[in-house]
């Protein structure tokens, strides 16, 4: 009987260890995809779009002399990506080697522009969009599938370098804090130089 009764103790520690270990592994497993899952939404969260930006900036800067050149910035910034995305559907849809150059120079000159502008906006705690948002992509969507791409592309590259032309001419005048209006005159020559190229290749474009 002592031999049976051990036995039997021995059987529920062994069951207990198992299930101990069980319980343990799927604590685990349950944390590990809470953790997943949090980062997921996190990832999501930090995804801001130009409306986005503009609101927490509105809110941050409220009654602030900064809150219009916050908006100009992240305006810049967005239209910067912008310019990138379509160039870079430019460098793969197009057929003509001019378009196909002109798209390049632009993918170079507007990420350097955003990086530059993304310095500036971090040295004044202004918050940036990190993507395009539905309307803007549906419009990058919708040029790629254009049956005429080239002068598509072109046509808009010409109307979103005369808005920024505007733009950066305006913050090169008006805006509040001197860096903001100093990062917009020093690159107002380059966007003019833009869209003089996208206006000349636009009249070869048919």
């Keep these: 009987?002592?031999?049976?009764?051990?036995n039997k103790f021995g059987g529920l520690a062994i069951i207990s260890t198992c299930i101990a270990l069980f319980t343990a592994a799927c604590n685990n497993?349950?944390?590990?995809?809470?953790?997943?899952s949090l980062n997921?939404?996190?990832?999501t969260a930090?995804?801001?779009?130009?409306g986005d930006a503009k609101d927490i900036n509105k809110d941050k800067f409220s009654g602030d002399s900064l809150k219009p050149d916050a908006k100009a910035v992240v305006t810049a910034f967005t239209s910067g990506m912008e310019e990138i995305a379509m160039s870079e559907a430019?460098?793969?849809?197009?057929?003509?080697?001019?378009?196909?150059k002109f798209a390049e120079t632009m993918i170079t000159a507007h990420k350097k522009l955003?990086?530059?502008m993304?310095?500036?906006?971090?040295?004044?705690?202004i918050t940036l969009p990190a993507a395009l948002d539905e309307g803007q992509q549906k419009d990058v969507a919708n040029l790629t599938a254009e049956s005429n791409f080239d002068k598509e592309?072109?046509?808009k590259a010409v109307a979103a370098h005369k808005d920024a032309v505007k733009l950066f001419d305006d913050q090169s005048k008006d805006a509040n804090d001197p860096d903001i209006k100093a990062a917009f005159a020093k690159n107002l020559a380059e966007i003019r130089h833009h869209l003089e190229m996208a206006e000349k290749l636009q009249k070869k474009i048919k």
């Design 1 to 6: 009987m002592k031999k049976l009764s051990i």
């Design 29 to 36: 497993n349950t944390n590990t995809s809470t953790t997943d």
């Design 40 to 43: 997921n939404v996190s990832d």
């Design 46 to 50: 930090t995804a801001l779009t130009e």
């Design 90 to 100: 430019a460098t793969s849809r197009s057929t003509n080697a001019e378009v196909k």
């Design 114 to 116: 955003n990086e530059e």
């Design 118 to 125: 993304a310095a500036l906006a971090a040295s004044k705690g």
């Design 153 to 155: 592309y072109i046509d």
